[in-house]
């Protein structure tokens, strides 16, 4: 079966750094996303990782090891906004998305 | 970015009514929709891959009968939950498909999603 991993609640300090992880067996493999959703609100688009490697964009940054099954997701200078779940989404050989649980992020002052 | 959304924000209704929720992309033409339902502290789940013009395809376990999708046209797709029930009380989630811009692959856009309470 396909399956998605990634720890269930995290907790962090404003400021500081936080890395989400991800673990992934899907059949095939076309991509990675990461997503952040709002309690109570739709998901919205963070990263896509393809290739084997780390990609920056701002504060936050997504590493994908396509040999390990494994991606991360880095958040630099948290802030009390980055409070939120954490999703991370495979789309398989056939073009559909498969979901994690989410990682639930809380950000302490 | 590409604009999705979705009416209502949110409904309560009352138990063996019907409800149909609309989802639409504002800017861009989807060929491809997906609605997807949350319970609480839970992932997305998807239900069903609606496209244009051709009948829905659902995920296992979701009763196609009871969750009607209809998606007309390449901006417009609706869901209706038929004799709802508290247990169907969640949280309604639509996307659609489109490429983003000149990478190769197609994300997803999301609605901001339709709470539904059915008492």
């Known amino acids: 079966g396909q399956n998605i991993d990634q720890p269930t609640e995290m907790t962090a300090t404003e400021g500081a750094i936080v890395q989400i992880n991800c673990t992934y067996q899907t059949s095939g493999f076309n991509g990675l996303f990461w997503y952040q959703q709002h309690a109570g609100e739709a998901p919205t688009f963070l990263s896509y990782n393809v290739l084997d490697g780390l990609e920056e964009k701002g504060r936050f940054s997504s590493f994908l090891s396509r040999s390990k099954g494994y991606s991360y997701l880095l958040l630099k200078e948290l802030q009390m906004k980055d409070s939120a779940s954490y999703l991370c989404?495979?789309?398989?050989?056939?073009?559909?998305?498969?979901w994690g649980a989410g990682t639930k992020l809380i950000i302490k002052p | 970015g590409a604009v999705v959304s979705q009416h209502p924000s949110w409904v309560i209704c009352k138990s063996g009514t019907s409800v149909k929720i609309e989802c639409r992309s504002l800017?861009?033409?989807?060929?491809?929709m997906f609605w997807y339902r949350q319970f609480p502290k839970q992932s997305l789940m998807l239900m069903a891959t609606?496209?244009?013009?051709?009948?829905?395809?659902?995920e296992q376990g979701v009763e196609k009968d009871k969750f009607l999708i209809n998606h007309a046209s390449l901006t417009l797709s609706t869901l209706t939950v038929t004799s709802a029930h508290p247990e169907d009380s969640s949280f309604y989630i639509c996307?659609?498909?489109?490429?983003?811009?000149?990478?190769?692959?197609?994300?997803?856009?999301f609605g901001p999603g339709t709470r539904l309470t059915v008492l």
């Open positions: 800017d861009f033409q989807a060929t491809t």
């Open positions: 996307s659609a498909e489109g490429t983003s811009g000149s990478m190769s692959y197609n994300e997803q856009f």
């Open positions: 989404a495979v789309l398989d050989s056939n073009y559909q998305l498969i």
């Open positions: 609606s496209n244009e013009g051709s009948k829905a395809t659902y």
